[in-house]
């Protein structure tokens, strides 16, 4: 087993095999770094030493994955990687911030009727879109086309209901084809349809709007601005309102993205095959594609593609929660906060040279004062990183720090998980999972919470935050406290 080196509270490395190269930082108190697995630390050497590779970071959530683990960063200057961006292509987090006061949510009923309005909108679970629920959007062929090959323009927006606004707080409103152009991505999508890759486009097209199973989620909060003049003075800029309602989104390209994402892997496989060229450490999870070649550019094609779906996807899913809030309550008023991913490749900067930044199950961290962030209502701020961490502890809004740059710009996408799914529901008592979110007076659509996905199956949460602090890589703005959770009781579908 790879061994960490320890170099400071929250910080340490894994030399490679004979120094071979730069070593994989490691972000994690003590605590953290004694929980890392033995299949972790060989996945993200292994992801280290594959072709093209500069820099692999392991964050505090890091886990088993897909050919990369969970929870880490992997930088390239010369290839394209599908593992370390995963199956659900552009999962991510979003945060409507509302106008409505704490006290409005003390009344059980009240929380009730807004569960009730919410899932009437926004349907869980496998396979399930707007057709499945009473008050839907109709997303026709043709908006899908627009949808996957535009993201959130103008026009995707207003035929949707979704506030055009919303679009400059995003971390990407719309991605692009493999040579900026967004005919690249209708040609792109006119071929894998005619070659019958996506058989079932338009019943995907429905899913826009919806959260699906797993990990995603839709959780009503309450606000809790730090109180510190800084984070205060940030928090004004993310236009968070403290002791008011707001409402974090866990979700990603669904059924659509992991057909393209599926597609790619055994695309690359084979061509792996075909040409007898060696997967790295053996492991076919971690196919690549040398950028410039056309595998590379299907890839991002497809990528981009799945990316815009994941984009239209959560800001639809923000528009029908603000308008559940309305039924419910109404007056009601909602800024979205922030969108951001934490599976994708992103072209970036990093030390000093363009590089494609592949972050699996990791989020940007990029404070104020950046050039990347210049236009953007976070220049001088930082933008808001939300981390997701249980409905019992909690989650967060952070804001980067300047010792980012030692983390390829990046943090943790969250918790990360502690146990398997099947071990955890060997594990965990149902009975006490219930009771603890009865105790806590924290709601949700569930007869009973999904015990694979119960807090305890997770890390530490507060330890997690604390190696983020601790390394210098961000700073807690505010606290998000749950209310009630919008989850799915089935077995996840991506």
């Not at 220049?379 to 809004?397: E, F």
């Not at 007076?441 to 999904?450: A, E, F, G, S, V």
């Amino acid at each position: 087993m790879y061994v960490i080196h320890k170099t400071d509270e929250a910080l340490g490395f894994i030399p490679l095999p004979d120094n071979s190269g730069k070593p994989i930082t490691v972000v994690g108190t003590d605590a953290i770094r004694d929980g890392f697995d033995e299949t972790c630390l060989n996945q993200a050497v292994n992801s280290r030493l594959a072709p093209g590779v500069t820099d692999v970071i392991l964050n505090p959530d890091g886990h088993a994955g897909y050919g990369a683990p969970i929870g880490c960063v992997m930088v390239s200057p010369t290839h394209i990687y599908p593992g370390p961006v995963g199956v659900d292509i552009k999962c991510s987090m979003s945060l409507l911030q509302l106008n409505i006061p704490a006290a409005a949510l003390v009344d059980k009923r009240s929380r009730r009727h807004l569960i009730d309005a919410i899932v009437e909108r926004t349907p869980t679970g496998a396979g399930r879109g707007q057709r499945s629920v009473k008050k839907s959007r109709h997303v026709d062929r043709e908006l899908g086309v627009l949808a996957v090959t535009e993201g959130a323009s103008v026009r995707v927006c207003e035929a949707l209901g979704i506030p055009p606004v919303w679009a400059i707080r995003c971390e990407d409103s719309q991605h692009t084809g493999h040579d900026g152009s967004h005919a690249a991505l209708m040609l792109r999508l006119e071929t894998i349809l005619a070659a019958g890759r996506i058989r079932n486009f338009s019943e995907k097209m429905q899913q826009l709007g919806s959260y699906g199973g797993g990990n995603h989620f839709g959780e009503c909060e309450i606000t809790r601005v730090i109180d510190r003049p800084s984070a205060r003075e940030v928090a004004a800029v993310f236009g968070l309102l403290d002791g008011h309602a707001s409402f974090l989104s866990h979700c990603g390209s669904r059924g659509f993205g992991n057909l393209l994402a599926q597609g790619q892997f055994k695309d690359l496989e084979h061509k792996f095959q075909l040409w007898g060229t060696p997967f790295p450490a053996g492991d076919k999870k971690l196919v690549y594609a040398p950028l410039g070649t056309a595998e590379a550019d299907a890839y991002l094609n497809d990528m981009a593609l799945g990316a815009n779906f994941a984009t239209v996807n959560h800001l639809l899913i923000n528009a029908l929660v603000l308008e559940a809030f309305q039924e419910v309550m109404p007056g009601t008023q909602g800024q979205l906060v922030y969108f951001i991913s934490h599976n994708i490749a992103r072209e970036e900067i990093i030390d000093g040279k363009k590089a494609w930044v592949h972050r699996k199950g990791a989020t940007r961290a990029i404070p104020g004062g950046h050039f990347a962030l210049a236009g953007t209502p976070f220049a001088n701020s930082g933008h808001p990183i939300l981390l997701p961490g249980n409905p019992r502890d909690g989650s967060v809004v952070m804001v980067a720090q300047g010792g980012a740059e030692r983390s390829a710009w990046s943090v943790n996408h969250g918790a990360g998980r502690a146990m398997g799914r099947k071990h955890a529901a060997r594990t965990l008592d149902q009975a006490a999972v219930d009771a603890e979110f009865d105790v806590a007076d924290i709601l949700t659509n569930c007869r009973k919470y999904p015990i694979d996905e119960a807090p305890d199956a997770y890390k530490s949460f507060p330890e997690v935050l604390r190696s983020v602090e601790s390394a210098g890589l961000a700073t807690t703005v505010a606290k998000l406290q749950a209310r009630f959770v919008i989850k799915d009781e089935t077995a996840p579908d991506d």
